[in-house]
């Protein structure tokens, strides 16, 4: 083949498989109905098995069900026989993939699962297979052609198991209302939870926050600028920001400001102030376009009503040290 040739192989391939992956809405029935429902009413755990390739994207799917807080993990029904069975509870689901539905290493696990009234929700593509007919509810894969140049190879029939399974997934995850803030508790680690993290996530509060009365002096603003070592101070009344004071301010007016200073006099006017629900690489972004260092926060209601109630403050360095980039 010349190496022209293979774009258009590749192309070839891709087309198949967008083709009859459009099969999958077949799959959207009353079964597809019964299996959610069956897994939303679950108490125990959701097991995922599978043989070969089916078992690899068994063990994906059940990643997903974990990572969106769904108790789950793959048996490998091999090491079953050898005392993994014992994993398995009445009040768990047992969810087999299985294209054919006839592969032998899954007779002891679909024969312990029925003998302890385990639910099973079988996925094959042939009806009258082994794993279907023990199944409580049965997921009948359309039959597909494989996208590879003998039309034998699992390539396309892999592919739709894979996105029957995440179909599964976002079903769930929609009826559990599952949201950005709770993925965020089960991937606290890495680039995707840092991308989550939240303003409220990472502001400062509390006595934490450099705050001072706007009836007090400059050498009172000094004195708690130094003590908390942010390199700013917010001016409030009861609670209620009405300034910032920075070490830039200070530098600048040094010589012309007295310890008995009005603060009043010397505080930027209208400090920036965001919601508490911003996201923080979007509080990193305002700091470089303004080029500051600090961002006043209030809570979600206040800054809907136009309110600037102190809730917190986000220093650059906690950016930055919660890996925001």
Known sequence: MSKKNYITTAKKSADIQINELKKIKKIFNKSFIKAVDLILNCKGKIIFAG?????????????????IGIPSFFCDPAQALHGDMGQIEK??????FSYSGNTSELTNMIKYANRYSIKIIGI?????SILLKAS???LI???????DVT??????????????????????????????????????????????????????VGKKIPIINYKKKFKEALREMNKKKLGTVVITSKQYIKGLLTDGDLRRGMKSFSNNQNLLEIMTQKPLVVNENMPASKALGLMNERKITSLLVVSDKDYRKNNKKLKGIIHIHSLLENGIK
């Open 91 to 96: 009040k768990d689901i047992l969810i087999i």
């Open 136 to 138: 409580d509810i049965k």
């Open 151 to 204: 039309g034998m190879v699992p390539t396309t029939s892999t592919s739709i198991t894979l996105l029957l399974g995440d179909c599964l997934a976002t079903t769930i995850m929609r009826q559990k209302k599952f949201s950005k803030e709770k993925f965020k508790i089960y991937h606290p680690g890495g680039n995707i939870g840092n991308t989550l993290l939240l303003a409220k996530d990472i502001m400062l």
């Open 141 to 147: 894969l359309p039959k597909v052609k494989e996208s």
């Open 51 to 67: 043989i070969g390739k089916s078992g690899l994207i068994a063990r994906k799917i059940s990643a997903t069900f974990s990572s």
């Open 124 to 128: 094959a593509s042939k009806p009258d």
